[in-house]
């Protein structure tokens, strides 16, 4: 796996999505090859220490990283209360579809292959997405991902690993019902012992490696 040097300045910006505008932090590592956008689940943020863990390990194989608010922050703030646009999922693809869009027309980002992570109900909006931009996204993960909720399984191309965690039941058998339902490459692998946030010792270490590994198989040129 490719070693890269990284910059240790992340550039903060806007990307816009229709009638909104998404805030985005960006790191992109010297002689990248790829780009990897998050998807962030239920909740979740750009600052989400988890996602943000993954990114690092991304950063360190050389693979560059657009964390991006898939929600205003006055989307979040209702969605604070009511947690309505969390499972909005038709939502949350099409603002993962701006942001497919915005990393293709980039001048930074548009000669590298793109690859999507989502985690929790945000993989069904990244699975969404690869589907509708099949000829842009090359790979997706999902970790602990709520892929049950995606609509288009069957039209999604892209190489794609599920990662879950063996005592995450529900969601691990979510994964396993949703998998042979992929068109393209795939995979699941199991985390021993990691429930659904993978906060066991090593469990989101793991996860890291293996998406690492997935994005730079199929996304290197």
Same mark, same amino acid.
């Given at each position: 796996?490719?070693?890269?040097?990284?910059?240790?300045?992340?550039?903060?910006?806007e990307?816009?999505?229709?009638n909104?505008?998404?805030?985005?932090d960006?790191?992109?590592?010297?002689?990248?090859?790829?780009?990897?956008?998050?998807?962030h689940?239920?909740?979740?943020?750009?600052h989400?220490?988890?996602?943000?863990?993954?990114a690092?390990?991304?950063n360190?194989?050389?693979?560059?990283?657009?964390?991006?608010?898939?929600?205003?922050?006055?989307?979040?703030?209702?969605?604070?209360?009511?947690?309505?646009?969390r499972?909005?999922?038709?939502?949350?693809?099409?603002?993962?579809?701006?942001?497919?869009?915005?990393?293709?027309?980039?001048?930074?980002?548009? *000669?590298?292959?793109?690859?999507?992570?989502?985690?929790?109900?945000?993989?069904?909006?990244?699975?969404?997405?690869?589907?509708?931009?099949?000829?842009?996204? *090359?790979?997706v993960?999902?970790?602990?991902?709520?892929?049950d909720?995606?609509?288009?399984?069957?039209?999604v *191309?892209?190489?794609?690993?599920f990662?879950a965690?063996?005592?995450?039941?529900?969601?691990?058998?979510?994964n396993?019902?949703?998998?042979?339902?992929?068109?393209?490459?795939k995979?699941?692998?199991?985390?021993?012992?990691a429930?659904?946030?993978?906060?066991?010792?090593?469990?989101?270490?793991?996860?890291?490696?293996?998406a690492?590994?997935?994005?730079?198989?199929?996304?290197?040129?």
């Open positions: 796996m490719t070693t890269a040097t990284i910059s240790p300045l992340v550039e903060s910006l990307i816009a999505a229709g909104v505008l998404l805030a985005a960006v790191i992109i590592p010297e002689n990248a090859i790829g780009v990897v956008l998050f998807a689940g239920s909740g979740s943020s750009r989400s220490p988890r996602n943000q863990f993954v690092s390990a991304l360190s194989a050389g693979i560059a990283t657009v964390l991006a608010d898939l929600l205003t922050a006055k989307e979040e703030l209702v969605d604070e209360r009511t947690a309505e646009f499972f909005n999922i038709p939502l949350l693809t099409t603002r993962m579809i701006h942001i497919i869009d915005w990393a293709e027309t980039s001048e930074k980002l548009s *000669r590298l292959p793109i690859g999507l992570f989502g985690a929790s109900t945000g993989a069904a909006a990244a699975l969404d997405a690869a589907a509708a931009r099949p000829e842009l996204v *090359r790979a993960v999902s970790r602990g991902g709520r892929v909720l995606a609509d288009n399984l069957g039209r *191309r892209a190489a794609s690993l990662i965690g063996e005592r995450d039941t529900l969601v691990l058998q979510l396993e019902n949703a998998l042979p339902q992929l068109a393209g490459v995979k699941i692998e199991v985390i021993a012992g429930t659904h946030l993978f906060e066991e010792k090593g469990a989101l270490e793991q996860v890291a490696q293996l690492a590994k997935w994005f730079a198989r199929y996304l290197e040129v």
